[in-house]
C-alpha cells in the first residue's frame, strides 16, 4: 500500500513562493510517474508537473519556467517549488504516483495513488 501526504500550501501574495512537499509512505516499483495535479473551483483536475523514473519532468505550459518538480535521493519525498506565483494558481493541489512510466499526456489516467490535497491562494 502507497500513502501519499501532502502538506506546505498556504496563502500567498502575487509574485510570491511556495514549496510543496509530498511524503511517499510504502514501496513504489522501480518504473513510475509522480506528479502534481490542481483542481479549482468548477474546473477540471489538471496536470501541473510530473516526473519520470528516469528523472525526466514535464511541465504544464502554464507553468513553465516558474514551477519545479523533484525528488529526493532516497525518492520517499516529492517537492513542487512554486515561484512567481499568480492568482490563476489558486487551486487544490494534489500529489498522485501512478505504478509505471509517465505516459505522453499529463492526464490523470493511470495515477492510482492521490494525496488528501493541500490548498494554495494567491491574492493580487
Known amino acids: 500500500q502507497v500513502q501519499l501526504v501532502e502538506s506546505g500550501g498556504g496563502s500567498v501574495q502575487a509574485g510570491g513562493s511556495l514549496t510543496l512537499s509530498c511524503q511517499v509512505f510504502?514501496?513504489?516499483?522501480?518504473?513510475?510517474?509522480m506528479g502534481w495535479f490542481r483542481q479549482a473551483p468548477g474546473a477540471e483536475r489538471e496536470g501541473v508537473a510530473i516526473?519520470?523514473?528516469?528523472?525526466?519532468?514535464r511541465y504544464a505550459e502554464s507553468v513553465k519556467g516558474r514551477f519545479t518538480i523533484s525528488q529526493n535521493n532516497g525518492k520517499t519525498t516529492l517537492y513542487l517549488q512554486m515561484n512567481s506565483l499568480k492568482p490563476e494558481d489558486t487551486a487544490m493541489y494534489y500529489c498522485?504516483?501512478?505504478?509505471?512510466?509517465?505516459?505522453?499526456?499529463?492526464?490523470?489516467?493511470?495515477?492510482?495513488?492521490w494525496g488528501q490535497g493541500t490548498q494554495v491562494t494567491v491574492s493580487s
Open positions: 516526473i519520470d523514473s528516469d528523472g525526466t519532468t
Open positions: 510504502g514501496y513504489i516499483p522501480s518504473s513510475y510517474c
Open positions: 498522485a504516483a501512478r505504478p509505471s512510466r509517465c505516459g505522453p499526456t499529463m492526464t490523470t489516467l493511470g495515477f492510482n495513488y
